[in-house]
């Protein structure tokens, strides 16, 4: 699968599991990784793919610095 192949080699990806089934992919982030949807929306598409929409489930504290969260 291309958007999963893409998807792992972003930085600060630990796991990605897509579903074809139910169009979507559920990738889990490193510790103190930052989210950056420009970045997702990018390798999703580099692989003829479209992002609808991004859902976040955080599991941890979040903080806030410079703008962006960890």
């Known amino acids: 699968?291309?958007?999963e192949k893409a998807l792992r080699r972003?930085?600060?990806?630990?796991?990605?599991?897509v579903t074809l089934r139910e169009k979507?992919?559920?990738v889990?982030?490193?510790t103190d990784a930052v989210f950056e949807p420009e970045k997702f929306r990018a390798a999703i598409e580099s692989a003829n793919q479209r992002a609808r929409a991004f859902e976040l489930?955080?599991?941890a504290?979040?903080?806030?610095?410079?703008?962006?969260?960890?």
């Open 57 to 59: 489930r955080l599991l």
């Open 61 to 70: 504290t979040v903080e806030q610095r410079d703008g962006r969260y960890y």
């Open 28 to 30: 889990t982030l490193k």
């Open 10 to 17: 972003l930085e600060g990806v630990a796991t990605v599991r």
């Open 1 to 3: 699968m291309q958007a």
């Open 24 to 26: 979507t992919a559920r």
